[in-house]
């Protein structure tokens, strides 16, 4: 397999700092701002018309991250900060967490402040500032960039067995798409709410043939091979993120309650079957090594490049996929015709 330079991005829905200001407290009437202007006890609330907008970000250094050019929001090539994570708090005792980004030109003056909630607002209530933090802030944006499974999905082994994800071990060997058997260096586990960008998507048996029903993080990428380019992408192998399948019917998001996530790491970025699909394993770079132990890192031989410089990161078309319910059934019918 050849090797081209590839950088993924990664796409986060956010509010703008006018889109969430206080209602009650010392700011009243500012827009969210970053750590050192914000005042604990002070009380938010989104604006009447205030939307999410899907900020795109790419790795960079650190804490700062660059926007990508399919961004919907913010300018494509700035530089993005993550500031902190904060904790609100609503009258019924409900916690929310949302991170801070900021966005700063070239000058290095703050262009915008975005708000990132990690499970959904309520228009109608107001989110009482209880904790800043920002040591929590790198290792919150990672979960949300990791691709991960779920309990029960069953992956297919060097040997051909088909084997629950929660039973794996490191050392265990997996078959992959273009390295053939490849050992599982790290596993890594997580529950987390699933609301919000941490709802799985589920994906129904035979939706897309898949033996079993898929549970996957939003954000994890399938590989799609079309016999026919219905969606005219201008090539037959598609790397596909499972939000843009959701249909509401066969494919959706399964919001409410709790789920386990798992996540596996190999030296390399690789393409797995699980339920029968080719689909991504976890990406090492800079948004999501705040997920992995420190030891691991500098350890094993994983490598940032060797988790970019791969050429089905350039299949990858969820920014070019049209907004359809029908995108999942042309896919389907395209990879078999």
């Known amino acids: 397999m050849s090797l081209a330079t590839a950088t993924p991005s990664h796409s986060v829905p956010v509010y703008g700092a006018d889109m969430f ?16 202007e914000l005042q604990l006890e002070d009380t938010y609330a989104l604006g009447q018309d205030a939307a999410p907008m899907r900020l795109s970000i790419c790795s960079g250094d650190g804490n700062h991250f660059t926007i990508a050019g399919n961004t919907a929001t913010g300018q494509p090539g700035a530089t993005v900060v993550l500031d902190s994570c904060l904790t609100l708090m609503t009258r019924a005792s409900e916690v929310v967490e949302m991170l801070v980004l900021i966005e700063v030109d070239k000058d290095g003056a703050v262009a915008e402040v975005y708000s990132l909630p990690l499970a959904p607002l309520d228009p109608r209530a107001g989110y009482l500032l209880v904790g800043i933090g920002r040591d929590a802030a790198q290792a919150c944006l990672a979960q949300l960039a990791c691709v991960s ?11 051909g067995e088909q084997r629950p994800i929660e039973d794996l071990q490191v050392g265990d060997k997996v078959l992959t798409r273009d390295d053939g058997p490849q050992e599982i260096r790290w596993i890594g586990q997580n529950t987390a709410r699933a609301v919000g960008e941490f709802a799985p998507i589920v994906i129904t048996a035979g939706a897309l043939y898949n033996t079993g029903d898929l549970v996957v993080s939003p954000d994890n990428r399938l590989v799609i091979y079309q016999r026919s380019d219905e969606l005219n992408a201008g090539r037959s192998e598609l790397l ?3 939000r843009h399948l959701a249909n509401g019917n066969t494919i959706y998001a399964r919001q409410g309650g709790f789920v386990d996530f798992f ?17 991504e394993t976890l990406l090492a770079d800079q948004r999501t090594h705040a997920a992995l132990p420190r030891e691991l890192v500098q350890s094993l031989r994983i490598d940032d490049r060797n988790h970019s410089d791969l050429s ?14 029908d995108a999942a059934e042309l896919l389907r019918r395209a990879s078999t015709r």
């Open 21 to 36: 200001p206080v209602v009650s407290g010392a700011n009243l009437g500012d827009g969210l701002s970053f750590a050192e």
């Open 149 to 159: 499974f779920t309990r029960g999905t069953h992956i297919t082994l060097a040997t």
């Open 240 to 242: 596909v993120k499972a």
């Open 263 to 279: 996540q596996l790491l190999f030296d390399r970025h690789q393409i797995i079957f699980a339920e029968g699909i080719a689909a």
């Open 312 to 325: 089905h990161l350039e299949f990858d078309v969820s920014s070019q996929l049209p907004d359809r319910p």
